[in-house]
């Protein structure tokens, strides 16, 4: 009897790629070797989608939204009476930031325990971010290097970047989020608008940031991709309304905006506040920040530095619009993509590395979207600025996290530049 594969090498017209098949072979060597570097180790972000929905398993919602002074870098006061019992005892578990309605879908997993919990999510998301590198491809397709050159590409950028490495160690939700974004703009590619929209609007649901991205919905006057996602939020909304009550939602609200309060800075913090601060701390409008300091917080910058953001913020968006509007479709969507989800990322109020996994993983887009001798370029540029190796480096020569997270912003800043200036060419 003849086996599967030998059939299909004998069948007219089909001829498997050599390069293609390695490809995959490189993507399913780093999953694995990923797996099992996390298989067995404690994601401190994923811990706190745990514990809120154990949190609200067993009742205890008062506590879901308790957060330690700061906010960040410690486990809540109020957890760390119940930890010892799931096994967490000494582990940093941190705060919940997620809307309610994802403590009440994560509460029935939390009867896997906390290893269980981790390691089935680990499991899934490893899964969707192999799936994210086809899906960025797919996007992309039409000018794209071929997919065996992208994906060994996306396999190297994954195991050398420090974007995908904090977001594997922590096992962030983010990787779902942005399997959700760019599953929404590929389904988008492809003339179905409106799951596009219904996936942008769980993506949106799941994290805020993603919402920002219906200005593309909206630029390119597609009412039913805006449809999908006003409908789908509408109803994720109204159902985390009757699972959780008012008053969690009131306690989320609560709880995001101690999050942003003020800058927290940390040696993988890319935000244009960031570089902002520095600047008005340079001319004396506030005070002066401590070069040597690592992991702290410093308060508002004041109203004059908030309007010079917004302005700024405002100014990149009509550049960005002017500069993309002329470009062919399949060109001004990854474009529009790349430079708002940037821009998203830049002027949001955290500004976590791992935010930017969306642009990582549309990066060798740059070869074809730009010049190809520039995209080239620019693309082992921003590979090279943002890998986890030179961030070691620069954290033994360099005492404080100021001037490298400030290294950090500056490269996605340039990259936001060079998309809406060179996308034209």
């Known amino acids: 009897m003849t086996s599967a594969p030998d059939s299909l090498a004998r069948t007219p017209g089909f001829r498997p790629d050599p390069r293609t098949l390695f490809a995959a072979t490189a993507m399913a060597a780093f999953a694995y070797i990923a797996l099992f570097l996390l298989w067995n180790t404690f994601p401190a972000d994923l811990s706190a989608l745990y514990m809120a929905g154990h949190l609200f398993q067993t009742g205890q919602y008062n506590l879901i939204y308790a957060a330690p002074d700061g906010f960040f870098g410690a486990s809540p006061p109020e957890w760390q009476p119940l930890l010892p019992a799931l096994g967490l005892a000494g582990q940093d578990v941190l705060p919940y930031v ?29 899964a969707l971010l192999m799936a994210s590198v086809w899906l960025a491809w797919r996007l ?37 989020v942005v399997f959700l974004t760019l599953l929404a703009f590929e389904r988008y590619s492809t003339g179905q608008s409106r799951l596009a929209g219904t996936l942008l609007g769980l993506a949106a649901m799941l994290k805020l940031a993603p919402a920002g991205l219906v200005l593309i919905f909206l630029l390119d006057r597609n009412w039913r991709a805006l449809g999908g996602f006003a409908v789908t939020c509408a109803v994720l909304g109204g159902l985390g ?49 401590d070069a040597d300091a690592r992991n702290f917080r410093v308060p508002d910058a004041g109203l004059a530095v908030a309007i010079a953001g917004k302005a700024l913020l405002v100014a990149a968006l009509i550049w960005t619009v002017a500069g993309t509007a002329r470009l062919p479709d399949s060109h001004r969507l990854p474009a529009r993509l790349l430079a708002f989800s940037l821009l998203i990322n830049l002027f949001g109020p955290l500004g976590w590395v791992h935010y930017y996994l969306p642009q990582l993983l549309l990066l060798p887009a740059l070869i074809g979207l730009l010049p190809r ?26 005492h404080g996290d100021f001037a490298i997270a400030a290294m950090g912003t500056a490269t996605m800043a340039l990259l936001f530049i060079a998309v809406v200036r060179l996308a034209r060419a």
């Open 98 to 126: 997620y809307p309610p309605l994802w403590a009440a879908v994560m509460a029935p997993l939390s009867a896997l325990g906390p290893q269980g919990f981790f390691q089935a999510a680990a499991l899934v998301e490893l």
């Open 241 to 289: 309304l009757a699972l959780t009550g008012v008053g969690l939602h009131l306690e989320f609200l609560s709880s995001m905006a101690a999050a942003g309060d003020g800058l927290f800075i940390t040696s993988i913090t890319y935000s244009a506040d960031l570089l902002l601060h520095g600047l008005a701390a340079a001319l004396d409008l506030v005070p002066p920040l």
């Open 373 to 398: 001798f520039g995209g080239a370029v620019l693309l082992a540029l921003v590979g090279t600025l943002t890998s986890w190796p030179l961030l070691m480096l620069l954290r033994t020569e360099i």
């Open 140 to 176: 992309c397709r039409s000018f794209a290097i071929p997919f065996w050159a992208w994906a060994l590409t996306g396999t190297v950028l994954l195991g050398t970047s420090v974007i995908s490495f904090t977001a594997l160690m922590h096992l962030q939700p983010q990787i779902v």
